[in-house]
């Protein structure tokens, strides 16, 4: 019986949503994300909105990389916040692409210049890095405003 990829995608973000929910329960971060069901009647919304992260989920039957498709769709969601594209192929583990400025925050943003590393990996930047984005997003904001 085929799997409707619409569905296949939604389970994905749910799975994606939960392991979020349970990072941020482990560092005592107040936040729970959600699905974000808006994004299927407007453009340019990201799956699942959180904190300094505008994040896009992907899960595919077959493949081995990320698609530029997929990068530039997170890139143009993001809103100023980090783009982070979580991808997925059957029977492969779950990966994270984000830019380099997202690992270290003292180099200047650049989406063009990405690194992809297992879910793990990223939640362990998260953690590190909580801090440091929440307060280069307070300059952000004060310099626009």
Not at 4 to 18: D, H, P, W
Not at 22 to 46: M, P, S
Not at 65 to 76: E, I, M, R
Request: net charge neutral.
């Amino acid at each position: 019986m085929p799997i409707n990829s619409r569905n296949k995608g939604a389970s994905f973000e749910r799975q994606v949503a939960n392991i979020l929910n349970d990072f941020f329960e482990r560092q005592g971060i107040d936040f729970r994300t959600k699905r974000n069901l808006v994004q299927y009647q407007e453009k340019d919304l990201c799956d699942l909105d959180i904190p300094f992260h505008a994040v896009e989920c992907k899960s595919y039957k077959e493949g081995k990389w990320l698609k530029t498709s997929w990068w530039d769709q997170v890139c143009s969601s993001s809103n100023g916040k980090i783009p982070a594209l979580i991808f997925k192929f059957n029977r492969t583990p779950i990966r994270v692409a984000i830019p380099l400025h997202a690992v270290n925050t003292e180099w200047d943003p650049d989406n063009q210049k990405i690194c992809v590393m297992n879910i793990d990996d990223w939640l362990e930047i998260l953690a590190e890095n909580w801090e440091k984005y929440g307060i280069l997003e307070a300059k952000n904001y004060a310099k626009q405003n």
